[in-house]
């Protein structure tokens, strides 16, 4: 990668797969943006850009690299795979680039400052990091499971499929409202008919939705 690609991404702005951020942030904060990408599709969190996508790069690569590996040590499970490149901007700032793929060890968490028992998993939509839904991390340990899963259509199921024939989409709130069922019930049926390829789920900035898998509008 030259200093024009890093020109020409920067001026693109922040996105599903890209950050910036002018140096490396505090630990637990840089943690959350990569593990928000290994959960989701992948990214590149770019060091050297300031907030207003001005490429400024960074003096000591070395020692930004060094708190890069001691955050992702220290606050990340299960480790995440990841890459650095350094690009050189002037004779005595490079930019950093940290390549994160979609992670086949999903999901992954961001371990809490006081204790490894305090730990919440992130993801990426839009240009935030979220944590993530009860349902999105069940979806996400399951994902290769490659279990046959099997249900029964009960009337609740059968309500939820004339409700999103209907009107298209649900979140778990709106469930269990509509169905008259807790909130982790109707994250349950709606998990299980996921991972039976009955319905998809979306992550969205006003919270996460399931659609009909055949009509993902």
Same mark, same amino acid.
Not at 119 to 141: F, I
């Given at each position: 990668?030259?200093?024009?690609?890093?020109?020409?991404?920067?001026?693109?702005?922040?996105?599903?797969?890209?950050?910036?951020?002018?140096?490396?942030?505090?630990?637990?904060?840089?943690?959350?943006?990569?593990?928000?990408?290994?959960?989701?599709?992948?990214?590149?969190?770019?060091?050297?850009?300031? $907030?207003?996508?001005?490429? =400024?790069? &960074?003096? +000591?690569?070395?020692? *930004?690299?060094?708190?890069?590996?001691?955050? @992702?040590? !220290?606050?990340?499970?299960?480790?995440?795979?990841?890459?650095?490149?350094?690009?050189?901007?002037?004779?005595?700032?490079?930019?950093?680039?940290?390549?994160?793929?979609?992670?086949?060890?999903?999901?992954?968490?961001?371990?809490?400052?006081?204790?490894?028992? $305090?730990?919440?998993?992130? =993801?990426? &939509?839009? +240009?935030?990091?979220? *944590?993530?839904?009860?349902?999105?991390?069940? @979806?996400? !340990?399951?994902?290769?499971?490659?279990?046959?899963?099997?249900?029964?259509?009960?009337?609740?199921?059968?309500?939820?499929?004339?409700?999103?024939?209907?009107?298209?989409?649900?979140?778990?709130?709106?469930?269990?409202?509509?169905?008259?069922?807790?909130?982790?019930?109707?994250?349950?049926?709606?998990?299980?008919?996921?991972?039976?390829?009955?319905?998809?789920?979306?992550?969205?900035?006003?919270?996460?939705?399931?659609?009909?898998?055949?009509?993902?509008?």
């Amino acid at each position: 990668m030259t200093a024009a690609d890093i020109e020409r991404l920067a001026g693109r702005g922040e996105g599903q797969t890209l950050e910036f951020k002018q140096r490396t942030p505090e630990p637990p904060r840089l943690a959350k943006e990569i593990i928000a990408f290994a959960n989701t599709d992948g990214g590149r969190l770019i060091i050297g850009i300031d $907030d207003d996508g001005n490429v =400024v790069g &960074v003096k +000591d690569a070395d020692e *930004e690299e060094f708190a890069l590996r001691n955050a @992702l040590e !220290a606050h990340c499970t299960p480790k995440i795979k990841w890459r650095t490149e350094r690009v050189e901007i002037t004779r005595k700032r490079d930019v950093i680039v940290i390549a994160v793929p979609r992670s086949k060890l999903r999901p992954h968490f961001l371990i809490g400052k006081d204790s490894q028992h $305090d730990k919440m998993a992130y =993801v990426r &939509v839009g +240009d935030r990091s979220l *944590e993530a839904t009860r349902e999105a991390v069940e @979806l996400m !340990a399951t994902a290769d499971s490659g279990e046959d899963v099997q249900f029964e259509f009960r009337e609740v199921e059968l309500r939820l499929m004339k409700y999103l024939e209907q009107y298209g989409r649900i979140g778990v709130n709106s469930f269990s409202r509509f169905a008259n069922i807790s909130e982790e019930e109707a994250g349950q049926v709606l998990v299980t008919l996921t991972r039976a390829d009955v319905l998809a789920h979306h992550l969205d900035l006003e919270g996460d939705y399931f659609t009909l898998l055949y009509d993902q509008s």
